[in-house]
């Protein structure tokens, strides 16, 4: 919402050239007929985005709103009548263990199965791991150094499987993109994106997307890759996260190792897959413990 001309929010001061804001003095969020007015273009911005980018900025306009309240400058609160959104159920699952197996067989190049390993072991974003530098790597402690969508520097970690593809896949390079296009880098590409000894590009999160749905997917599937129609590497990235934490798998581990801001965001990965539903059922077989 506006506010006048002497305050103007970080929204407002941000705002791409050509959009206009609606601006008023802030004494005007009193004025009894502003829920009123308000309530056509919340219900035509609900329509535009999801509901729980609607939420989270009905949440702030609210925050807002109690801190100016409080301050003593106005006494009504013009979203009254506006409500948040259900959001959708996230029906998000890991894949199954014949899946993930199947795509260990599959015949890729070493670029391919190595992201995926390392996708898949780390729990990192797919591009924070676009983003690693050879120099980044630190092979004898099987660990790495990105910079997280936020900016900050943290550490990854891998397993032997990823550990022993990578030397093969560096080919004694020193520096550059450690995961890189098959071809020379356009003109106009960063010079952070090209690797500075073979004058390739840095391979980019599209390319990998599309790269992985058309290996995973193949015309003619072996018969023990079911359900990849929905397979994406955001899947495979929470696919080595324990469904059932337990002992040491506890969710601070969690969230470090996926780096997840919250326990519920971690929470719509640790539905149980289908695997899982089938031992839960088999563990509880009456027959089967009659026969143990």
């Known amino acids: 919402m506006g506010v006048d001309a002497h305050r ?8 791409p050239p050509g959009r206009a804001a609606t601006v008023f003095s802030i004494t ?36 807002a ?6 301050q003593g400058w106005i006494d009504g609160d013009p979203t009254t009548g506006i409500e948040r959104r259900p959001a959708p159920p996230d029906r ?4 199954a263990q014949n899946q993930i197996a199947a795509l260990w067989r599959l015949d890729v190049s070493l670029r391919e199965k190595t992201f995926w390993k390392m996708l ?21 402690d099987k660990r790495g150094r990105i910079t997280t969508t936020g900016g900050a520097t943290e550490r990854i970690h891998w397993q032997s499987g990823t550990a022993q593809l990578l030397p093969r896949l560096i080919a004694r390079r020193t520096r550059g993109p450690m995961f890189r296009t098959a071809r020379k880098a356009p003109a106009g590409t960063p010079t952070l994106d090209i690797c500075p000894e073979t004058g390739r590009a840095r391979l980019s999160c599209c390319t990998a997307e599309e790269n992985t749905r058309l290996l995973a997917n193949p015309p003619t599937s ?10 994406t590497l955001h899947r495979l990235r929470h696919g080595a996260l324990p469904q059932r934490p337990r002992g040491r798998d506890r969710p601070p581990t969690l969230l470090a190792r996926s780096r997840h801001a919250s326990v519920r965001s971690l929470e719509r990965y ?23």
């Not at 898949?120 to 004898?140: F, I, K, T, W």
């Open 8 to 15: 103007r929010t970080g929204a407002d001061r941000n705002r």
């Open 92 to 95: 998000t699952k890991v894949l």
């Open 65 to 70: 709103i109690g801190w100016w309240q409080r």
């Open 222 to 231: 072996p018969d023990d890759i079911e359900d990849l129609d929905g397979w």
């Open 28 to 63: 005007a969020i009193d004025d009894p007929a502003l829920p009123e007015v308000l309530a056509e273009p919340a219900a035509a911005r609900a329509d535009e985005m999801d509901a729980d980018t609607v939420n989270r900025e009905l949440s702030i306009a609210r925050k």
């Open 120 to 140: 898949y072991v780390s729990a990192v974003r797919a591009g924070e791991v676009m983003c690693l530098n050879v120099e980044d790597l630190y092979p004898q």
């Open 270 to 292: 640790a539905r149980s897959g289908v695997d899982a539903v089938a031992r839960h059922v088999a563990q509880r077989d009456p027959a089967a413990r009659r026969r143990g």
